[in-house]
């Protein structure tokens, strides 16, 4: 038999079959995976998922990433299940499932992450890891958070004082590291760009240049993503206001007063029964907070005991309509004795009274503080010594010459001399040429009668003056007002 003739029979059984179907058939059956290569060698298919997390903090935006879904193996990966555990991821580009990855090469799964943690679970035909997972965090940045803590709310900040600006400013995970804060005013910038340290933001903010007056400060804190927080503070820039004026046409000027032609303001003349007043009722002051200083003169030709005095009146507007003015005599023109009857002007009141009547807290010249046009609150307040709101005037000024005729009042000297009056609640300070002569705290709460004094009204600055029986005339000049803005408003 020829070797064709021997051959023949097993051609034609290889030709007439399904070759790679009965291989694969012979190779499910002997290998414990799921495909044989036509060597024989076991075939698998193998999945590596990279990276194996994905975690981002503080997202400005969502974050977008590829996960590689690689098949490290020689056989074709089924990936079966793609899905996602947990809350804040999704999938850009979901393939159709099931999907084949061949052997060497890699499929890419989009994950956007915006605040959530989640698990990315991959199921496929890798038999030995047929499920794989790999976790997903992602957090949104949080604005960051600002508070002020110097100054205080409402401060006011003393003229030509520097004031430090520090702000508590916390972020993410209580970091500071990405935060930079700004401090404005509605003027402007008053620093930018300040890193903290261990959380607080300090800026020195000088004096020089600075806005005068209320100001909001505001401290703005931004993060990395530019998120902020701003904390608003109101505070007040103390400046003062001086002004010097008087009689002029902003003045209103009651009862006997004029401008002498000196251009001093006269309240009375030395005549009897006389009282008058002056206000200037163009500007208000606080009452709390006042330099006042100007300069009087008292006297009369020829020289006899004259009376009464006169008084720096802080008139509260809004409990007393026109005209400013009350009573002659011992009533120096803005209060009443105890026995009232007058029509005592509301407010504070310095007085400098040299005619000694009953209810007065001292028989000789003095100078003394009262409310409401109360004269004897001073006698009264003053009776067990805590708080002396009277003094008597040291003979050593010179303001007077000699005692007066009636026992009662003193022939003043008819020259001029400076008063200083200092108030800043609750101390009182009173010089007169450059000698202190009355200087006290008043205890607070300030009450009297059973009320309470606030002393937050705003003030008229003015003056009274009143003679009696005897008689004196009483000028002002050269007065000069220094109003603290940070407690006064202008009226107009
Ligand atoms: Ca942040
Ligand atoms: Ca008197």
Not at 158 to 163: K, L, M, Q
Not at 291 to 303: H, L, T, V
Request: aromatic letters at 6%.
């Amino acid at each position: 038999m020829s070797i064709i003739r021997r051959l023949l029979p097993l051609f034609l059984a290889l030709t007439a079959c399904d070759c790679d179907e009965r291989l694969k058939g012979i190779d499910s059956e002997q290998l414990p995976v799921d495909e044989a290569t036509s060597t024989g060698v076991a075939a698998t298919a193998a999945l590596e998922i990279s990276p194996q997390s994905l975690n981002y903090v503080r997202l400005c935006t969502p974050s977008q990433d590829n996960v590689a879904l690689y098949n490290a193996g020689n056989a074709p990966l089924e990936v079966r299940a793609l899905r996602l555990d947990g809350t804040g991821w999704s999938i850009a580009n979901p393939p159709a499932l099931p999907t084949s990855i061949a052997p060497g090469k890699t499929l890419y799964v989009r994950l956007v992450g915006t605040d959530g943690t989640a698990t990315l679970v991959v199921e496929s035909s890798d038999l030995s890891r047929p499920t794989q997972s790999i976790p997903l965090v992602a957090r949104t940045n949080r604005p960051p958070r600002v508070t002020m803590v110097t100054p205080r709310t409402d401060e006011i900040v003393p003229e030509g004082a520097d004031v430090v600006l520090e702000a508590l400013v916390e972020d993410d995970d209580g970091a500071d590291d990405t935060v930079t804060v700004d401090f404005l005013t509605g003027s402007g910038v008053i620093a930018s760009d300040i890193a903290p340290v261990d959380g607080r933001a300090r800026f020195v903010w000088v004096a020089q240049g600075r806005p005068v007056g209320k100001q909001t400060v505001t401290a703005e804190a931004h993060d990395a993503c530019d998120a902020a927080d701003v904390a608003d503070l109101p505070i007040c820039l103390d400046a003062i206001d001086r002004y010097e004026s008087i009689g002029l046409g902003d003045w209103k000027l009651y009862g006997g007063s004029i401008i002498d032609a000196n251009g001093d303001l006269q309240m009375t003349d030395a005549t009897s029964q006389k009282v008058g007043t002056a206000f200037d009722i163009s500007k208000k002051v606080s009452a709390k907070k006042v330099d006042i200083s100007f300069a009087f003169r008292i006297g009369n030709e020829p020289a006899q005991g004259g009376a009464d005095g006169f008084a720096l009146v802080l008139l509260d507007p809004s409990r007393k309509s026109e005209p400013f003015i009350g009573a002659s005599g011992e009533g120096l023109g803005y209060g009443c004795g105890p026995g009232g009857g007058c029509n005592p002007l509301p407010g504070w009141a310095l007085e400098l009274d040299y005619f000694r009547n009953l209810f007065d807290p001292t028989p000789t010249p003095h100078v003394a503080f009262s409310v409401d046009g109360l004269m004897a609150m001073s006698s009264s307040l003053s009776a067990d010594g805590s708080t002396k709101l009277f003094a008597d005037l040291p003979e050593s000024l010179g303001l007077w010459t000699s005692l007066g005729t009636n026992g009662q009042g003193v022939v003043m000297d008819s020259d001029w001399h400076e008063m200083q009056i200092q108030f800043e609640l609750p101390h009182m300070k009173v010089t007169i040429d450059d000698i202190t002569v009355l200087e006290f705290d008043l205890p607070m709460p300030f009450i009297y009668d059973g009320k309470t004094y606030d002393f937050s009204h705003e003030a008229y600055v003015g003056f009274s003056a009143a003679t009696g029986g005897s008689t004196n005339y009483h000028r002002i000049r050269s007065l000069s007002v220094n109003k603290h803005l940070c407690e006064a408003t202008n009226r107009g």
